[in-house]
């Protein structure tokens, strides 16, 4: 168990905590890359999910789409898009690309899956009230499916942090260039405190996401009852 | 191909050559180091193999106490979840000081994922089985156990083998990134692709690896409709 005398001794080394393979320098790059996806992801994925919801039709891409995404590795979309000629290679667009492919499947699947899934006697009901289209889209179909479509925002946001980490591996930033720095120079303390580092902001993530699940649904008051 | 070029002059050979050319898709590549291939297609798919069979071997037993003493449940479901969002490089990073640079390593921190998603199958396809079905079947004097093995495995089914496919598509994308270990099949031949700019090794280890994940998929999906005859030709 020596080991875990390195780790601390790495985490008290104020070195490890400055300059630009410091913990801060290396959390904004994580976190900066991962949010920037993930936005992207949700401006796509969200109203392409709404709409093939509301109108139920294209279910099978929306299913699909995820089982092809989990199939897909993401170390070999990330190599193959450095490898790419411009605007891609080694790069920042490169990195971002790869993270919004990982996060779109879960945010437009679920998105979907909330819309189609809604009572058609709601919609039925608001159609009786008068609502048309879009309104019936914003009044009752958005807020019925608002828990699931966060539940594929939570699953996109771990997916994304997590193919952060795997950029390292091909040159990117992030907490997980902690971790290869060690590999490279063969200071398992280092990999492992990179690791607990990543842990520790997946597991926030996580967290805080779930957190967010719960305050944005809109039926959270009936579903208590 | 570049020596008969030089002397006879066929500089069409030499455009045609994409190797030289390092084209993404290279049928002489998949030629010349078929071997290389099947090498590491081989070491794919043992470490998915076996971190699937170890993770469902850990997973059956994890549900059943998970369903028989229901404090357990949320802890088992949480730590599930917990394993479920760390990322895999670090996963296998925490590992590195028991396990060291070994496929171990990349077996064990597959397996824990690949429990993570059959736990929670199990426990599903059991909550599935209806309670008249549960009735019935106590009611024809079956005892705990082998209502569980002969009434409620065999509805869960379905949700098994679901869960089953789930688990093994993400473990054969997820087994790439054991190259930081040096044991991740495919994974090395994209890592080293990377290195040396080859741009026809990754895109073809790349594919290998969906072909994989897709094979795997139809042989658990046969598999599915095998197991339950009574279920071929509806809905699967």
């Known amino acids: 168990m020596g080991w875990i005398g390195g780790v601390v001794a790495w985490f008290q080394d104020p070195a490890n905590w400055q300059g630009p393979n410091g913990i801060p320098q290396r959390?904004?790059?994580?976190?900066?890359?991962?949010?920037?996806?993930?936005?992207?992801?949700?401006?796509?994925?969200?109203?392409?999910?709404?709409?093939?919801?509301?109108?139920?039709?294209?279910?099978?891409?929306?299913?699909?789409?995820?089982?092809?995404?989990?199939?897909?590795?993401?170390f070999a979309v990330l190599v193959i898009l450095v490898l790419a000629p411009e605007p891609f290679g080694l790069s920042t667009v490169s990195i971002i690309t790869a993270l919004v492919l990982f996060a779109l499947p879960p945010i437009l699947t679920n998105t979907y899956l909330g819309v189609n899934e809604v009572?058609?006697?709601?919609?039925?009901?608001?159609?009786?009230?008068?609502?048309?289209?879009?309104?019936?889209?914003?009044?009752?179909?958005?807020?019925?499916?608002?828990?699931?479509?966060?539940?594929?925002?939570?699953?996109?946001?771990?997916?994304?942090?997590?193919?952060?980490?795997?950029?390292?591996?091909?040159?990117?930033?992030?907490?997980?260039?902690?971790?290869?720095?060690?590999?490279?120079?063969?200071?398992?303390?280092?990999?492992?405190?990179?690791?607990?580092?990543?842990?520790?902001?997946?597991?926030?993530?996580e967290g805080v996401m779930a957190l967010l699940q719960r305050r944005l649904d809109p039926l959270r008051v009936v579903r208590a009852r | 191909?570049?020596?008969?070029?030089?002397?006879?002059?066929?500089?069409?050979?030499?455009?045609?050559?994409?190797?030289?050319?390092?084209?993404?898709?290279?049928?002489?590549?998949?030629?010349?180091?078929?071997?290389?291939?099947?090498?590491?297609?081989?070491?794919?798919?043992?470490?998915?193999?076996?971190?699937?069979?170890?993770?469902?071997?850990?997973?059956?037993p994890l549900a059943l106490v998970a369903r028989r003493i229901h404090r357990l449940r949320a802890t088992i479901l949480g730590t599930a979840t917990a394993i479920y969002t760390i990322p895999s490089l670090a996963l296998f990073s925490l590992l590195l000081p028991f396990t060291g640079l070994t496929e171990t390593t990349v077996i064990v921190g597959l397996v824990l994922y690949s429990l993570t998603v059959l736990v929670?199958?199990?426990?599903?396809?059991?909550?599935?089985?209806?309670?008249?079905?549960?009735?019935?079947?106590?009611?024809?004097?079956?005892?705990?156990?082998?209502?569980?093995?002969?009434?409620?495995?065999?509805?869960?089914?379905?949700?098994?083998?679901?869960?089953?496919?789930?688990?093994t598509v993400s473990t054969v994308a997820?087994?790439?990134?054991?190259?930081?270990?040096?044991?991740?099949?495919?994974?090395?031949?994209?890592?080293?692709?990377?290195?040396?700019?080859?741009?026809a090794q990754v895109l073809t280890a790349s594919v290998l690896c969906v072909v994989i994940a897709l094979v795997l998929d139809v042989v658990l999906l046969g598999t599915q409709r095998f197991l339950m005859p009574w279920r071929r030709g509806g809905v699967a």
């Open chain 1, 27 to 74: 959390l904004l790059e994580h976190v900066g890359v991962s949010a920037a996806a993930l936005g992207i992801a949700c401006l796509i994925g969200i109203p392409i999910g709404l709409w093939l919801g509301h109108v139920h039709r294209g279910g099978g891409l929306a299913v699909g789409v995820s089982n092809v995404g989990r199939a897909v590795p993401t």
């Open chain 2, 120 to 167: 929670r199958a199990v426990l599903a396809g059991l909550d599935g089985v209806p309670e008249e079905v549960r009735g019935a079947g106590r009611g024809m004097g079956y005892s705990p156990n082998g209502l569980l093995w002969r009434v409620e495995m065999p509805l869960a089914l379905p949700v098994l083998i679901g869960g089953l496919r789930i688990a």
């Open chain 2, 1 to 60: 191909m570049i020596g008969r070029a030089l002397i006879g002059g066929h500089a069409q050979t030499v455009a045609d050559d994409c190797l030289v050319r390092n084209a993404w898709v290279c049928p002489e590549y998949v030629r010349t180091r078929a071997d290389e291939l099947t090498a590491a297609t081989v070491e794919h798919l043992r470490i998915t193999i076996i971190s699937v069979i170890i993770g469902a071997l850990l997973a059956l």
């Open chain 1, 119 to 205: 009572d058609p006697a709601a919609v039925d009901a608001a159609r009786g009230m008068g609502m048309n289209g879009p309104q019936v889209l914003a009044k009752v179909e958005l807020p019925m499916a608002t828990s699931l479509l966060m539940g594929g925002v939570r699953l996109a946001a771990v997916q994304v942090i997590a193919t952060a980490t795997i950029a390292a591996l091909v040159a990117g930033g992030g907490l997980g260039a902690i971790i290869t720095n060690g590999f490279g120079t063969q200071d398992q303390a280092e990999v492992v405190a990179g690791a607990f580092c990543v842990c520790v902001l997946a597991l926030s993530i």
């Open chain 2, 174 to 199: 997820l087994t790439t990134i054991g190259t930081i270990v040096g044991s991740g099949g495919l994974g090395d031949l994209i890592q080293t692709g990377l290195q040396s700019n080859f741009k």
